[in-house]
């Protein structure tokens, strides 16, 4: 059986300045390193461990940012004296990082045994050669991203919005948009595991759907994939557990491990929906790897019996559909775009705070959701709530609105962590469609000059494959907005669509003369709430005029300077011909009405073409108090905007 063991120690941190290393690193400080450690937690982020030791102030209050930049300019070294799990005489011990953020390297005994270079996918280490009984010393080195270790950042054909270490750092890129905090996150922000392993393993079980059958039964395809380590050929028995039906299959391990695939008729299938269209019905699955009568590994799981498909064909106003189809029903989707629920992300760790935005998405009659390409390959539980809540999920890759490497090094990378995150999530019944990334096809082409980009091989090869390859007839798309003919990868005459038009009315002809297939980003600013405001800028500072620092640290971004986004709010007031405000009361209350009377209008404009199938919001969510076009101030706090999104969806009965 594999047994999965939490990694628990006292974790200690260490300053190391860039560039400076004896042994595993030390610093140019006249303190000695023993008298610098500072206690720790993992997972966790290097900023919330300063804010512990009263080093730094909370980031999210006034200029809290701009004053601990300097902490994503350094080095830090993570230590701990770890115990060994318990195992026997031929199991494979592993060490498995869930997240290193970002450029590690992993220290065992003063030995190095691997570095990593990747945030969005996991570090495992085959440790048995060092198992002796003893305690060891594990340290973890995580070098400063400002300067991402190997990569030439004078690459000329290599840039977009924010700085280019951005387009060379396999974490997430948030830090350099409007909509979160510049903070460059740095730890070990997933946890830490001992996996102990037999001889063979399940190291995957993937149930897909393959048919809903006209006799009401659907026909089920579940590959297993068995490991194997060492080079005996090791006769083992399978025996697999799908909708109540079981089989017992021989496993021939003559190669190393082995891929059975196995094929279920399940008989008047219950069928997974979104919310408002039916039940979100789950099967239940197990695997159970057997050897001369004892159990080597066993795995449990649910699935949902659904197809998606997204139909793209010829609209009688001479454009292309683009329609989601959930069990050959169209379905028009009413969604939230979301972010991540902290710009410190080993923070956003929180199953209660994922029930409770979810839940909200829900009841305001939200049908789907979109994970967009600057944050993060959400958590787990975000999508097992999304299977139990009917909400369907258009998933992108973790890219954004520049123009990436193309060399070998970087896209076998970007191949590794593809494979990893589509096998992690292909099971999810809500798992609806991947983009290849947030507007790379549109941005870089259209806004930044550079046409060819339209050609690379990261979104139309590498990440093309890995769903092809890893999760068969799942819908991918390139990039959003997308468009398979048009040169403007934005056309409203198919494909999909992100619509941003600042400073006019919501019911300009900019919007309304535009006729989308689908409608993945649109949205307005409105102001939080009086003590979001508060909370955010703390104490000392003048609350008007927002033309001040700490205003202006809440809207760093790549494309406009601080200034520019607060222009756009007084201009939104001035053409919708309201009074300008002359207080932040009322800039808060001028800008939530906006807003709520922009998101009915939206909603109910397009919602009426038939040519249109969908619309999602931005955002759901904001990842830190700030001004923005979300729905919900940080953490949880609902907008007015809100209640009009929830009655204008729940007007559409498509």
């Given at each position: 059986?594999?047994?999965r063991?939490?990694l628990?120690?006292?974790?200690?941190?260490?300053?190391?300045?860039?560039?400076?290393?004896?042994g595993?690193?030390?610093?140019?400080?006249i303190?000695?390193?023993?008298?610098?450690?500072?206690?720790a937690?993992v997972?966790?982020?290097v900023?919330?461990?300063?804010?512990r030791?009263?080093i730094?102030d909370?980031?999210?209050?006034?200029?809290?940012?701009?004053h601990?930049?300097?902490?994503?300019?350094n080095?830090?070294?993570y230590?701990?004296?770890?115990h060994?799990?318990?195992?026997?005489?031929g199991?494979r011990?592993?060490l498995?990082?869930?997240?290193?953020?970002?450029?590690a390297?992993?220290?065992?005994?003063?030995?190095?045994?691997a570095t990593?270079?990747?945030m969005?996918?996991p570090?495992?280490?085959?440790?048995t050669?060092?198992?002796?009984?003893?305690?060891?010393?594990?340290?973890?080195?995580?070098?400063?991203?400002?300067?991402?270790?190997?990569?030439d950042?004078?690459q000329a054909?290599v840039?977009?919005?924010?700085?280019?270490r951005?387009?060379?750092?396999?974490?997430?890129?948030?830090?350099?948009?409007?909509?979160?905090a510049?903070?460059?996150?740095i730890?070990?922000?997933?946890p830490?595991?001992?996996?102990?392993?037999?001889?063979?393993?399940?190291?995957?079980?993937?149930?897909?759907t393959?048919?809903?059958?006209?006799?009401?039964?659907?026909?089920?395809?579940?590959?297993?994939?068995?490991?194997?380590?060492?080079?005996?050929?090791?006769?083992a028995?399978?025996?697999?557990t799908v909708?109540?039906e079981?089989?017992?299959?021989?496993v021939d391990?003559?190669?190393?491990?082995?891929?059975?695939?196995?094929?279920?008729?399940?008989e008047n299938?219950k069928l997974?929906?979104?919310?408002?269209?039916?039940?979100?019905?789950?099967?239940e699955?197990?695997?159970?790897?057997?050897r001369?009568?004892s159990?080597?590994?066993?795995?449990?799981g649910?699935f949902g019996?659904?197809?998606?498909?997204?139909?793209?064909?010829?609209?009688?106003?001479?454009?292309?559909?683009?329609r989601?189809?959930?069990?050959?029903k169209?379905?028009f989707?009413?969604?939230?775009n979301w972010?991540?629920?902290?710009?410190?992300?080993?923070?956003?760790?929180?199953?209660k705070?994922?029930?409770?935005l979810?839940?909200i998405?829900?009841e305001a009659?939200a049908?789907?959701?979109?994970?967009n390409?600057?944050?993060?390959y959400e958590?787990d539980?975000?999508?097992d709530l999304?299977?139990?809540?009917g909400?369907?999920v258009a998933?992108d890759?973790m890219?954004?609105?520049?123009?990436?490497?193309?060399?070998?090094?970087?896209?076998?990378?970007?191949r590794?962590?593809?494979?990893?995150?589509v096998?992690?999530?292909r099971?999810?019944?809500s798992?609806g469609?991947w983009?290849?990334?947030?507007?790379?096809?549109?941005?870089?082409?259209t806004?930044l000059?550079?046409v060819?980009?339209?050609d690379?091989?990261?979104?139309?090869?590498?990440?093309?494959?890995a769903?092809?390859?890893?999760?068969?007839g799942t819908?991918?798309?390139p990039?959003?907005?997308?468009?398979?003919?048009?040169p403007?990868?934005?056309?409203d005459?198919?494909g999909?669509?992100?619509i941003w038009?600042?400073?006019?009315?919501?019911?300009d002809?900019?919007?309304?003369?535009?006729?989308p297939?689908m409608?993945?980003?649109?949205?307005?600013?409105?102001?939080?709430?009086?003590?979001?405001?508060e909370?955010m800028?703390g104490?000392?500072?003048?609350r008007?005029p927002?033309?001040n620092?700490?205003?202006?640290?809440?809207?760093?971004?790549?494309?406009?300077s601080?200034?520019?986004?607060?222009?756009?709010?007084?201009?939104?007031?001035?053409a919708?011909?309201?009074e300008?405000?002359?207080?932040?009361?009322?800039l808060?209350?001028?800008?939530?009405?906006l807003?709520?009377?922009?998101?009915?209008?939206?909603?109910?404009?397009y919602?009426?073409?038939d040519?249109?199938?969908?619309?999602?919001?931005?955002?759901?969510n904001d990842?830190?108090?700030?001004?923005?076009?979300?729905?919900l101030?940080y953490p949880?706090?609902?907008?007015?905007?809100?209640?009009?999104?929830?009655?204008?969806?729940?007007?559409?009965?498509?």
């Open positions: 059986m594999t047994v063991t939490p628990t120690a006292d974790w200690k941190l260490l300053q190391v300045e860039p560039g400076v290393s004896l595993f690193g030390t610093s140019t400080s303190t000695p390193p023993e008298r610098r450690w500072m206690p937690q997972p966790g982020d900023h919330l461990d300063l804010m030791a009263g730094i909370d980031p999210f209050v006034g200029r809290g940012t701009d601990c930049r300097w902490v994503a300019e080095d830090w070294v230590e701990a004296t770890v060994e799990p318990v195992h026997t005489a199991q011990v592993v498995e990082f869930a997240g290193l953020d970002t450029f390297t992993v220290f065992l005994d003063d030995e190095v045994i990593h270079q990747n969005f996918r570090l495992s280490v085959d440790v050669s060092h198992m002796n009984g003893e305690p060891h010393v594990l340290r973890v080195r995580l070098d400063s991203a400002m300067t991402p270790r190997g990569r950042l004078s054909d840039f977009g919005y924010g700085p280019r951005r387009m060379h750092s396999r974490k997430s890129q948030m830090y350099a948009f409007h909509t979160a510049w903070l460059m996150t730890g070990i922000w997933k830490v595991t001992w996996l102990v392993h037999n001889e063979l393993s399940i190291d995957d079980v993937f149930p897909r393959v048919a809903i059958n006209p006799d009401g039964s659907a026909t089920v395809e579940v590959t297993v994939d068995i490991a194997k380590t060492g080079s005996l050929v090791l006769p028995t399978l025996s697999l909708a109540g079981h089989r017992v299959v021989s391990t003559s190669w190393n491990g082995a891929h059975i695939r196995e094929t279920f008729e399940v299938a997974w929906w979104v919310h408002d269209h039916g039940a979100q019905d789950l099967y699955w197990k695997a159970s790897l057997t001369d009568g159990t080597l590994d066993e795995r449990t649910t019996i659904r197809t998606v498909r997204v139909a793209e064909e010829p609209d009688h106003d001479g454009g292309t559909s683009f989601v189809e959930l069990n050959g169209p379905i989707l009413k969604g939230f972010v991540p629920l902290d710009s410190i992300l080993a923070r956003g760790d929180d199953e705070r994922y029930e409770e979810l839940g998405a829900r009659n049908n789907a959701i979109r994970v390409g600057f944050g993060i958590r539980v975000f999508y999304c299977d139990r809540l909400i369907l998933q890759f890219f954004a609105d520049a123009a990436y490497p193309h060399d070998a090094e970087f896209l076998h990378e970007c590794l962590e593809a494979v990893h995150q096998r992690r999530l099971a999810h019944p798992l469609w983009f290849g990334d947030n507007e790379n096809d549109h941005v870089v082409p806004q000059g550079f060819e980009y339209v690379n091989e990261l979104n139309k090869s590498v990440l093309a494959e769903v092809q390859l890893h999760a068969p819908p991918y798309f990039s959003s907005p997308y468009s398979p003919m048009n403007d990868a934005n056309s005459r198919e999909t669509c992100h038009r600042f400073g006019v009315r919501w019911d002809p900019a919007y309304t003369e535009l006729r297939r409608m993945i980003e649109i949205g307005l600013f409105g102001l939080p709430p009086r003590e979001v405001m909370s800028l104490p000392n500072v003048e008007w927002v033309y620092d700490t205003y202006f640290a809440r809207l760093d971004d790549s494309r406009n601080r200034d520019a986004w607060y222009d756009i709010l007084f201009d939104t007031i001035r919708a011909g309201l300008q405000p002359e207080s932040l009361d009322e808060i209350e001028r800008t939530q009405l807003q709520a009377e922009a998101t009915s209008f939206w909603i109910d404009h919602s009426a073409q040519t249109c199938w969908g619309i999602f919001l931005w955002s759901l990842p830190w108090p700030c001004p923005s076009c979300s729905y101030a949880a706090v609902p907008k007015p905007a809100l209640a009009a999104a929830r009655e204008a969806f729940g007007r559409i009965s498509r």
